[in-house]
């Protein structure tokens, strides 16, 4: 068995090292950069999204885990949903104040009908009694 010396053994190392650099960079060089621009939120020269990445591939972290634009989205769907309900409930207080209002219109209408019947009504007594005045000199 063959002894391994120190310094072989740190050019062991150095060589293992740079080679896993390589490949990180490899991996970067390969990544849609419309993903790293979802990930991130701007557009940016492409070696500082590909350092991005590759510090992330370093860090073992699960880079696209999350779109920037994922929660916005689902608060601006939360935020539709609540104006369509609050729209729906006004059209229904809409509705039901035109329908009071047709209902008041209404009243109004059958009152102006009866006053118009109690005012000829009291013209025709009126001239009854000043016929009958007029016979009894």
Known sequence: MAKVNHSDHNHFLFRSQARDEVITVLKAEKIDLALLEAKYGFVTPQKVLQALQRDAIQGKSDV??????????VELDKLVEKQRGTHRRMLEQLLMVEQAHKQALYKLEDEKRNHGEFMRKSDEFTNLLEQERERFP
């Open 64 to 73: 696209f885990q999350e779109d920037i634009y994922e929660k916005p989205m």
